[in-house]
């Protein structure tokens, strides 16, 4: 069983960029499809981006196209989100979840499809 653990969030302003890193443990997260999602307080958890096992197609938000950025290290068993020209709006706890995948062409954008999640990490964008 995987296990999940974010870094990298923190307090910035509008305009600034983060990069927020997933590193799993228990499993090899090359054979996972990974999502990122946010909650922000009051708010539904929303999807972010998803990606299938091998990374051959990704889903972004609309909201985030352009601006954030999945991407993989898998040597280090590590998922990251690079997140650019952050807006107040994108100021939630960030999630990144893992789902075993034995094909490697499907992605999620449903919490409730995914078994494995981390802690979450806080990113705060002041205006």
């Known amino acids: 069983q995987v296990q999940l653990v974010e870094s990298g969030g923190g307090l910035v302003q509008a305009g600034d960029s983060l990069r927020l890193s997933c590193a799993a443990s228990?499993?090899?997260?090359?054979?996972?499809?990974v999502g990122w999602f946010r909650q922000a307080p009051g708010k539904e958890r929303e999807v972010v981006v998803a990606?299938?096992?091998?990374?051959?197609?990704?889903y972004y938000a609309e909201s985030v196209k352009g601006r954030f950025t999945i991407s993989r290290d898998n040597v280090k068993n590590t998922v990251f989100l690079e997140m650019n020209k952050l807006q107040p709006e994108d100021t939630a706890t960030y999630y990144c979840?893992?789902?075993?995948?034995?094909?490697?062409?499907?992605?999620?954008?449903?919490?409730?499809?995914?078994?494995?999640w981390g802690q979450g990490t806080q990113v705060t964008v002041s205006s």
């Open positions: 979840a893992a789902e075993f995948s034995g094909s490697g062409g499907i992605y999620y954008i449903r919490a409730a499809q995914y078994h494995y």
């Open positions: 228990g499993g090899t997260l090359s054979t996972y499809a």
């Open positions: 990606t299938t096992r091998s990374d051959v197609v990704t």
